[in-house]
């Protein structure tokens, strides 16, 4: 296991921004790290990362513990904040060998390693530029090649598309897909198509708690809905759709002239588009519409922020799928 983090609390005088954590990424995977604004997620990356202590419970980083092995975890992960810290008055090539010297890359390595990173975050073409002179986009890249320049185990990217053009982001994207090959990567982002795309597993945070932990495969498969548009009177057709085998709930609503809308979920999450077809054309209703719409990772996202500002804030969000590791107890 490359990260554990096991009920890790971390407050600010009265204020607690990470509520009683627990989590874990196996070594390979690519999990993404959701949640709303102020949800806890920055701070959770600053603790993985050393940056800041935990207030209690326990963090490990490739079997390293933050707190007393704060070294060890550094030499072993690459960190991509979500402002990039960067010396404005050095040209991208000199900085990018001189964080490799920091980073106890051995000298014969270190060019090699710098140009590996001038491809794939694609700003070789600007190796000889000053960094104050660059775009947002192209520092953020700049920050991404720092954070793989010493061939890390584990990489922590919190908004690591952030100030990039589409063309930018896909290709951030796709390198993040192919480092996940041969990296642990936490993925933390506000855009969620991107996690859809990239990621193997989500953890979604809400006011400093794990609200839900899942992975993608499943999320799709969770809950399907048949979504029909059909024309005809809308008591004889919810009673049709609802008297079909398999059919647990319907619900309508107008369209307009004469068209009504029906959401139809189903036991089991069956697929009935064709038996529905067959029992609405059969009483000759035409069917303008039949889909089978699966749900969405935005779907889960807005489910538990919801959950979770309707809840008491002493009461714990329930989370789903969540593996603790018995061996870790808080300190």
Not at 43 to 48: A, P, V
Not at 231 to 254: D, F, I, N, Q, Y
Request: proline fraction near 5%; glycine fraction near 6%; include cysteine.
């Amino acid at each position: 296991m490359m990260i554990q983090v096991n009920n890790v609390t971390r407050t600010y005088g009265p204020v607690v921004a990470v509520d009683h954590v627990s989590f874990e990424v196996d070594r390979g995977e690519v999990v993404g790290f959701l949640g709303p604004n102020g949800a806890g997620k920055t701070t959770t990356l600053r603790i993985l990362t050393t940056f800041l202590p935990a207030t209690s419970g326990i963090a490990r980083v490739a079997g390293y513990d933050v707190m007393t092995q704060s070294m060890q975890v550094r030499q072993h992960i690459g960190y991509l904040p979500e402002s990039v810290p960067l010396y404005g008055e050095m040209r991208v090539e000199e900085y990018l060998l001189f964080r490799a010297t920091l980073k106890n890359v051995p000298r014969r390595e270190r060019q090699k390693r710098v140009e590996y990173c001038l491809d794939r975050c694609r700003i070789r073409e600007v190796r000889r530029r000053l960094i104050g002179t660059l775009s947002r986009g192209y520092k953020q890249r700049v920050g991404l090649a720092d954070a793989m320049v010493h061939d890390p185990d584990i990489l922590l990217l919190d908004e690591p598309t952030s100030g990039l053009d589409p063309i930018q982001s896909r290709d951030t994207l796709t390198l993040i897909r192919e480092l996940g090959e041969q990296h642990t990567i936490l993925l933390s982002t506000h855009i969620l198509p991107q996690v859809e795309a990239v990621c193997e597993r989500v953890i979604i945070i809400n006011a400093g708690r794990v609200g839900l932990v899942r992975k993608m495969a499943e999320i799709a498969t969770d809950r399907a809905t048949i979504v029909t548009e059909v024309r005809g009177p809308v008591e004889a057709v919810t009673e049709v759709l609802r008297s079909t085998s398999g059919v647990v709930a319907v619900e309508s609503r107008p369209i307009g002239d004469g068209l009504f809308g029906y959401e139809v979920n189903t036991l089991n999450n069956q697929d009935l588009r064709e038996v529905l077809s067959r029992r609405l054309a059969e009483r000759q209703w035409p069917i303008r519409r039949l889909d089978l719409r699966q749900r969405k990772l935005e779907d889960l996202f807005m489910e538990v922020v919801v959950r979770g500002t309707e809840q008491a804030p002493d009461q714990p969000i329930e989370v789903t799928d969540v593996t603790r590791d018995p061996t870790l107890t808080p300190a």
